[in-house]
């Protein structure tokens, strides 16, 4: 069985420096990797979605890494703001239904 | 403005009750999902349907139950079987059940029971 895994659970940084957040899972037969935005008491916005044959993708001041093999995948924010303040969720997919398998989030306060 | 809707934004239920929460999309996507978030936890998977008159339970069906008659729309009901309902009830969409397609979601419903 698929788990995801986010270390930490919660990360406070100022203003301007850059964000690292991490997903690890424990199956690596993966198809994509969905990286997720979510406000207090909202939906989650999709950030960025890696297919399983690419090692990166990158969006603005977004940009996430995918290593198959070690079950590990990473996201970077540059020069962080305080909008950037949220929880920021993984989840990976497999074949079946495009069933999605989530990580329990980074909480990510920005201070200015 | 294409996207998902969900309704009501809250909902509470008393004991004994089944409530039914509305999704609706005009995406023109496919595959419509729904999934359970408790809180300072991440998502799972309750149901999902590939296509209209077809639904597959996910990791929590227990106490659920769905209809899919309509490409946009994917009512999920909470039945008074479900022991503990109390969550965040997210629904999603993608352009088909491929794995390559990436999940889009809606705002959510909160469920308090009483």
């Known amino acids: 069985k698929q788990e995801v895994t986010q270390i930490p659970a919660a990360l406070s940084v100022p203003e301007g420096e850059n964000l690292v957040l991490n997903c690890s899972f424990t199956?690596?037969?993966?198809?994509?990797l969905q990286w997720f935005r979510q406000d207090p008491g909202k939906g989650l916005t999709s950030l960025l979605l890696?297919?399983?044959?690419?090692r990166e993708q990158t969006s603005g001041r977004l940009n996430a890494s995918l290593d198959k093999s070690s079950g590990r995948s990473t996201l970077y924010i540059a020069a962080s703001q305080p909008g950037d303040s949220a929880t920021y969720l993984c989840a990976v997919g497999k074949a079946a239904g495009n069933k999605l398998t989530f990580g329990g989030g980074t909480r990510v306060l920005v201070k200015p | 403005d294409g996207g998902i809707t969900q309704s009501p934004k809250y909902l509470f239920r008393k004991e004994g009750q089944n409530v039914t929460l509305s999704c609706e999309q005009n995406l023109n996507h496919d595959a419509m999902y729904w999934y359970r978030q408790d809180p300072g936890q991440g998502l799972r998977l309750i149901y999902y349907s590939q296509i209209v008159n077809d639904f597959q339970k996910g990791d929590i069906a227990e106490g659920y139950s769905v209809s899919r008659e309509k490409k946009e729309s994917f009512p999920l009901t909470v039945t008074s079987a479900q022991k503990n309902p109390t969550a965040f009830y997210l629904c999603?969409?993608?352009?088909?059940?491929?794995?390559?397609?990436?999940?889009?979601f809606g705002p959510g419903t909160r469920l308090t029971v009483l």
């Open positions: 890696i297919q399983s044959s690419q």
């Open positions: 999603a969409s993608s352009w088909g059940g491929v794995p390559d397609n990436e999940q889009f």
């Open positions: 199956d690596s037969a993966i198809y994509n």
